[in-house]
């Protein structure tokens, strides 16, 4: 006589994504009716924040935009199969945990190097590299016989790495060139945040769509991934180029720079411990968020899961503006703390003892959406302390040294398995509550010294 064994389902509730998504909506449908027009003319039919500028400006940020979200969706579409994709290539654990630390080696070694390459030859040449190992990647993944390649995570982690920079570094440049106001690039660092978060959802709908039978040969997600980087290496060789000719002779050597602005600065050190802070939390996250919720034994639907993680994040990118400039209740650097220890704190409740699946899926939504209102609030620092010049390079400094404790992390479960979960999350929550406390910081310094040469 055989023993069933019953399995117990948990269920999101139906109305936690309708609820995220009319929230995240409101925030940004309702903005122009609450916000001071910026310090650009606004006119009576135009009176939305997101159409403050020139006219070749606006043209050039919806093209822009728009092609960010096809990078966003091309790297959604190559991170959506997670583990089930080296079970798919029938690797076990120790192999899945090499693999993985083979890919944050090339991020932390090839990724650091490549933000001064970016630098040197320029944001658009730097998008071109990248939608060409894309597009490499998704030509090699197309083909089923070739998914597990070695070659592959060494391609994506290089290429995940530069997409984190190069597409900031382009539109704060392209800003520049045509002498637009500071308040228009800082909507565009939460819009970025914002249709990123729409994308991946996106991507996870293409991919389920497009998804096949492996035994046919050709892996339809992954020749659309390569096909989308087609269409981006088209559109940016056709797209104007941005000089940066004249940056030699006013920095100098990049070198030199970078040691000036980004080493000898405390304030930039500041923006770089903070960045990686982030790099780490929400790569422990990815890693470690389905095990824990499965932990208990009880099926859930991580599908189903997984977008309410990314429309909380749209929800913190679309408070960023509430929080910021005329409409601010607090000052900026008091709100970047808050968010600092709203995510360091949901980690370090997950880190402290196991809960309730209920109760970590909500923990983790207040993670993401604090992560939301993080990434742009740091682009904006980012404008305000950095010379645009050596933003690759310090945006991939800050890169490795959040990559440096995932190695070490990835090659201790590779090899000895003997690092829990709980240590990993209280590491991170412990790196997000130290890096609001050196935000709090800028604000005592900035009451000192205040040498933001741009007109905020």
């Not at 001064?116 to 089923?144: R, T």
């Amino acid at each position: 006589m055989g023993m069933v064994i019953e399995t117990e389902e948990w269920e999101l509730t139906p109305l936690a994504y309708p609820l995220l998504s009319a929230a995240s909506l409101a925030a940004v449908l309702l903005l122009p009716h609450f916000s001071r027009p910026h310090a650009a003319v606004v006119t009576p039919s135009s009176p939305s924040p997101f159409d403050v500028g020139t006219t070749p400006f606006l043209r050039f940020r919806r093209a822009f935009l728009l092609l960010f979200c096809l990078a966003s969706v091309a790297e959604g579409i190559q991170s959506v199969f997670g583990e089930d994709e080296f079970v798919r290539c029938g690797f076990g654990r120790e192999q899945m945990a090499v693999r993985l630390s083979a890919a944050t080696a090339a991020a932390l070694f090839l990724g650091g190097a490549s933000g001064v390459v970016s630098d040197k030859l320029g944001p658009q040449n730097a998008c071109i590299f990248y939608w060409m190992l894309q597009l490499a990647v998704g030509a090699l993944k197309s083909f089923s016989g070739l998914r597990c390649a070695w070659i592959n995570n060494f391609i994506l982690a290089l290429a995940s790495s530069m997409f984190s920079f190069c597409f900031e570094t382009w539109i704060v440049l392209e800003h520049e060139k045509q002498g637009q106001k500071q308040d228009s690039l800082f909507d565009t660092f939460w819009l970025m945040t914002f249709f990123e978060s729409i994308s991946l959802v996106g991507s996870q709908g293409i991919t389920n769509l497009l998804l096949d039978d492996d035994n046919k040969g050709i892996l339809l997600p992954y020749t659309f991934a390569a096909l989308v980087s087609v269409i981006g290496i088209l559109y940016i060789r056709k797209a104007p180029s941005i000089s940066t000719a004249h940056h030699a002779s006013v920095i100098g050597s990049y070198k030199k720079s970078f040691c000036a602005h980004v080493l000898r600065d405390k304030r930039v050190l500041i923006l770089v411990l903070a960045q990686a802070s982030v790099q780490f939390s929400v790569s422990a996250f990815w890693f470690l968020w389905a095990p824990m919720i499965v932990a208990d034994g009880r099926d859930a639907p991580l599908s189903l899961i997984y977008p309410c993680f990314l429309v909380s994040r749209m929800l913190g990118s679309a408070a960023f503006p509430w929080f910021y400039g005329a409409m601010a209740p607090f000052p900026n650097e008091d709100s970047l703390t808050t968010a600092y220890i709203a995510a360091g704190l949901a980690l370090s409740i997950v880190a402290y003892d196991y809960q309730e699946i209920g109760t970590l899926v909500i923990l983790f939504c207040i993670f993401h959406a604090s992560v939301g209102f993080i990434l742009p609030s740091l682009a904006r620092f980012r404008t305000m302390y950095l010379p645009n010049e050596l933003r690759g390079g310090m945006m991939s400094f800050s890169l490795t040294l959040g990559n440096v404790p995932m190695f070490i992390f990835l090659i201790q479960g590779a090899y000895h398995g003997n690092i829990a979960n709980s240590t990993i999350l209280g590491l991170a929550a412990c790196g997000l509550l130290s890096a609001g406390g050196c935000i709090h910081m800028l604000r005592r310094w900035r009451k000192h010294t205040r040498q933001n040469v741009r007109s905020l």
